[in-house]
Structures are given as C-alpha cells and as structure tokens.
C-alpha cells in the first residue's frame, strides 16, 4: 500500500496494511538539508521510509508576525529604530486607506541571536519568532479593526503554482497539507495574547470582531486552495488557542469552536481533510473537539508539554470520529537512548492502535541534531507493529 492509502485510511479511521509513521519537519529537516520547506519534507519521506504528511505555507507574506514581511499595496510604512535602556526596537507607523497603526517591538541583536542560535536544538540558520519581542500591538480598541484588514495580503497564483508543484511532486508518498495560522494565532500577532484573554471577559464582543478579522480572510484563503490545487488537507494551527496558553473550555467553546466548525465546513465542502494542530495540553478539549467535524488532531504530548498519559485513553474519547497524531516526545528523540525511543514508541503503539484512526508521530516538530538512529528507530516502532 502506498503512503498516502495507508494515511487516508487511518485519518478515515479505517483499517491501514499497519499502524502509519509520519515525521514534524520543525527545525530538523532544515538542520538536516539546509532546507526546510515541503521540498525536504519530501526528501525526509525518501530517505527514512517514513509516511509523509507534507506542509505547504500557504498563508501570504505576515507583515503582523514578521517585520520584514511586505505590506499590501497601498499600504505606506514608516520604520524607525529607537534605543532604550541599552535595547534597541523598531517602530512601525502604518498608514492605510481606513486609518493609521502603530507598533513596537525589540529587535533581536546580535550577541542574543548567537546565543539563542547556540541551543543544541537549532540550527546556525534558526531565526527567533518575533512575536515575544512585541512591546505595543497594532491594534489596541475597536477603532483599529477596519485599518487592520488592509495589511492582510492577497493571495498570489505564484502561491497556488507552489501548492500545485507540491501535490504533483508528492504522488503517492502523503498527504500534502496547505498550513495556515488560525485567527487566534492572528489576532495574538496583532493584539497580544494576554490582552485577548483578558478581552475575553471584560469585552467579548470585541473578541469576536477581531476573530472574525482573520477567520473571513481565512474562511476564502482555504476556498480558494482547495478548489484551485488539489492539496489533501487543511492544516491549521490553533497553538495561541490552547489550554496551555490559558484558555478553557468554556472560552474555547464560545469563542474557538464555531471558527472551526465554519472552516471544517468549507473544507469538507471541497472534499479536503481538516487538521487541527494543539501543541499543548488537550486531554479537556477532545470531548468538545470530537463533535466538531475536525478529522486529524495533532500533536498530543505528553507531560510536561501536554497532558496526554495514554493515547488509548485519547483515543477513547473520540473514538472513531477524529484520527490522533503524535505523542512521542521530541525531547526523548533529541536526547534519549535509542532503546529508550524505540521502548516509548512502542508503549504508544501498543495502546493506540487497537482503535482505529491512530498515526504514530512526534509531540511536535524535532529539534535539530536530533540523532538519525532514534528517528529511524522510532519509524521502526511502528512499521513493526502487527495490525492484523
């Protein structure tokens, strides 16, 4: 069977030839290859025997979350760089057609870049994400939300060429994801976590103005993927919206879940998969996650970066309505013995594939200098296991 039967049959929660093995690129396939992108996923796929689940960013250039990101046409920026204290930032007065932002944020000198770069889990082309270093967002009240839209770019066909090229190259090796941010994630990079989360409570419904900024643009980005290229699957990342970043279930609930219901429906409407990836702890949100639409969730991990014991007892919430992928610690592959990796591949293994919709993976993306015998002893684990 090929790769890509074997995951549609598991994310179908059907019965694959044996239990399927995919890889997170994260920082290890550019530490690897030199190059990150869906490209080296490809070869990864190749090189270890692995199944693919191949991401394509398909979000356009982020002026929100990058400072070097291009503005939309029409847009003019002024940027300046201002010292206090010793530290250096940036700041960025936008002007648009329906009014003017301005931001802050630290710029990331030299000697911090070199000493972040020096963690044995990034490579020398690492680059920090600049979010954290934000000192005042673009956005502070309401009167900043019609301006916010003009700095969303168009999508491009330079972008839906890529998407295609991805589809072709992969064939039968995976399943080819278009990756997008989710509007939390969005509304993080433009107003900040804390002020979202406290925005919750004392003004929600300028929550859902903000939310509903992003999920348009979203909502058309995804239609026009799926009806133009081809691709597999949605892949959205809800990593701000996880309880591990301070939401709960009553919050997710209201303000999280009919965002997903509404890109679900779109994506199910062009016959696509939708992914719906949690790096944190989410064992409280699968009984709500379950009856959603959503039909891969990933990544599960394990304490202390989640809260997930036992994927058996994962997979018996959601039984056969969503396929779990993960849970195998990306520091055990970084730093554990191979024995030790291929012994917890296994623990996993054993409990999670009597139930169907079960793929063995990382609790996110690996590090760099992961050492190479205990990814492939971690492919091995479950190409091992008997199924029938």
């Known amino acids: 069977m090929l790769s890509k039967g074997r995951l549609v049959d598991a994310v179908l929660c059907e019965c694959p030839d044996r239990v399927p093995v995919v890889l997170r690129p994260g920082r290890f396939v550019e530490w690897l290859y030199g190059d990150g992108s869906w490209r080296g996923q490809v070869r990864i796929v190749k090189d270890f025997g692995c199944d693919g689940f191949i991401y ?5 250039p982020d002026p929100l979350l990058f400072s070097d990101a291009s503005f939309p046409e029409g847009v003019s920026v002024k940027k300046k760089i201002v010292v206090e204290n010793g530290r250096r930032f940036l700041v960025r007065e936008v002007v648009t057609r329906r009014g003017c932002l301005r931001e802050v944020r630290r710029l990331v000198d030299d000697e911090l870049l070199s000493r972040l770069r020096s963690m044995d889990i990034v490579s020398d082309k690492w680059v920090p994400e600049e979010y954290p270093l934000i000192k005042e967002y673009f956005v502070k009240d309401y009167g ?6 003009c700095l969303l770019n168009p999508f491009t066909g330079g972008m839906l060429n890529e998407l295609r090229e991805a589809v072709c190259v992969t064939g039968g090796k995976g399943l080819v994801h278009a990756s997008f941010p989710s509007p939390v994630n969005e509304a993080v990079h433009a107003y900040g976590l804390k002020n979202l989360l406290v925005a919750c409570y004392r003004d929600p419904g300028f929550v859902e103005e903000l939310l509903e900024v992003f999920q348009s643009y979203l909502v058309d980005l995804i239609e026009v993927v799926l009806r133009e290229t081809g691709v597999d699957a949605v892949y ?8 591990s970043a301070g ?6 609930k209201r303000f999280i879940e009919p965002l997903v219901r509404e890109q679900v429906e779109v994506t199910r409407a062009y016959g696509g998969f939708y ?4 790096d944190g702890a989410c064992m409280r949100l699968l009984p709500l996650i379950k009856d959603t639409g959503v039909d891969i969730l990933s990544t599960l991990p394990p304490p202390p970066a989640g809260d997930v014991e036992s994927m058996g007892e994962a997979k018996k919430i959601v039984g056969d309505r969503v396929c779990l992928v993960g849970n195998l610690s990306i520091e ?17 293994v054993g409990e999670a ?3 169907l919709g079960f793929i ?14 205990n990814v492939r002893a971690f492919i091995r684990a479950a190409e091992e296991y008997p199924l029938v």
């Open 360 to 373: 063995l993976g990382p609790s996110d993306g690996l590090h760099a200098y992961t050492p190479l015998e």
């Open 247 to 252: 939401w709960n279930p009553r919050l997710w």
């Open 56 to 60: 394509v960013d398909a979000w356009p």
């Open 275 to 278: 992914h719906y990836y949690d």
């Open 353 to 355: 594939a009597p139930y």
């Open 144 to 149: 900043d939300l019609d301006a916010l839209e």
């Open 332 to 348: 055990l592959l970084r730093y554990g013995r191979v024995e030790e990796v291929e012994r917890e591949a296994r623990r996993i």
């Open 236 to 243: 959205v990342s809800w990593c701000y919206g996880s309880l």
